[in-house]
């Protein structure tokens, strides 16, 4: 018997295994099915956005043949960026808005963007800079089918992984209640605790005060006194 967790090697042929044949249920062409393999292999490994988008893009890139790809979104006519690899550029608002309203890919000037999930409320986009290159529009949103499905491989380990931070903290907070006899010391865990699980600035545990009616801040953490 092979216990992957203890098997390095094995759990990573396992996983290699494991993300050919979900790249292989997608409707893909077949020379997609590679690039698909290799993004659910890494958002299987990985547990933060920004260090996933940082690995795979480039590979999305060399699909493309583009010079600048990245993850975008628009707000309040602002690109913001989440990811991006390649020579920058200054990525045009209108192009963004125009493929977020007609739910297409939509090219020009060189340019193409395409939403990675026209169902979704984050109104992400694929956006690649390929002047050279005559990049069709099928193939682009074939590329972002594929990168949508990865990061909700890669957004859905994070969950998981910060409620076991939670878990964790939750009982070390409970381990510390039997060890301590100072209230004092044990509320400032509990706020600190809160502040690097929720990555709050500010923090403040409130105790009711029952003979003067009133609830009574202490700590509060990162409030100026």
């Not at 659910?40 to 060399?62: G, I, Y």
């Not at 000037?109 to 986009?125: T, Y």
Request: hydrophobic share 45%; net charge positive.
């Amino acid at each position: 018997r092979m216990c992957f967790d203890h098997k390095p090697r094995y759990r990573k042929e396992f996983r290699r295994e494991m993300s050919v044949k979900k790249a292989a249920q997608l409707d893909l062409p077949s020379e997609l099915h590679e690039l698909a393999a290799k993004l659910f292999v890494q958002a299987s490994c990985s547990t933060r956005e920004p260090e996933f988008l940082h690995e795979s893009l480039p590979l999305l890139a060399a699909v493309l043949g583009s010079e600048f790809t990245a993850v975008a979104r628009c707000e309040q006519a602002q690109v913001v960026l989440f990811g991006s690899t390649g020579v920058q550029r200054n990525v045009p608002p209108d192009l963004l808005a125009d493929a977020l309203d007609g739910e297409a890919a939509v090219a020009r000037d060189g340019w193409l963007a395409v939403g990675l999930d026209p169902r979704s409320r984050r109104n992400e986009l694929l956006v690649a800079f390929a002047p050279r290159q005559r990049l069709a529009a099928t193939r682009l949103a074939n590329v972002a089918g594929i990168l949508h499905a990865s990061l909700e491989v890669v957004r859905d380990r994070e969950r998981q992984h910060r409620r076991v931070e939670r878990l964790e903290a939750i009982l070390l907070i409970a381990g510390r209640w039997n060890q301590t006899l100072e209230m004092d010391t044990l509320l400032a865990e509990m706020a600190q605790a809160s502040t690097r699980l929720l990555n709050a600035e500010r923090a403040s545990i409130f105790l009711w005060d029952r003979p003067r009616r009133t609830l009574v801040g202490r700590p509060a953490l990162g409030v100026e006194g």
